[in-house]
């Protein structure tokens, strides 16, 4: 019965292991091509297996790319649920700037989320994963806003608050004139406004 035990962790050890290493290339493939320019070939060519493969452990590139998502975001997702509970105030305008920074500088999660908002309905285990990651996210919100001591309905300023940070890092989006370095700088300068807004909410709520 040991043996028997052993060799199935085993098994589901490889397994696990095959899918990281299929995440790993996908994440490489994306972060250097658009969506709609990336294959299960090129993947498969990258991870050293064949596309068969892929599809034992991913139904279709959809599915991938929605765990490569769902693994990326979420070391920061970690990173601001830890700043909101070290805080005493929320740490508004730092847990924005940490959502700006990130999905400025890791372009290929932003195009990743709106290719799911924007490509239609996808099928319902799909929907939950990535339904779950921003339940997550906004349960961060919510925690912040409760310590700022917001009034009104905190889900509701979560739902505006997150709308408003995809809108700021949509700014500038491949603007031909503006460097890298420019478009994040002019999306903290909005972001410092939104902060000095509800900070200013929060302090006349006091």
Known sequence: MKNNKTLSE???????????????????????KSFNRVNM???ARRAGISPALIYRHFPDQRSLFAETYVRGISGILDRIRKRIDDS??????EVIDDFIVFF????????????????G?????LFDKLNSMERKLLGHFDAMFTKMKIEGDIRFHSHTLFAALIGIVTTFRSHPDKSDREILKHRRRIAANLTKVYTSYSSHNK
């Open 10 to 32: 085993l098994k589901a050890s490889e397994k696990n292991a095959r899918r990281d290493i299929i995440i790993d290339a996908a994440e490489k493939e994306f972060a250097t």
């Open 41 to 43: 070939r090129d993947i």
């Open 88 to 93: 005493r105030d929320g740490a508004f305008g």
């Open 104 to 119: 400025t500088r890791n372009d290929h999660y932003y195009r990743t989320m709106m290719n799911f908002f924007l490509e």
């Open 121 to 125: 309905p996808v099928e319902r285990g």
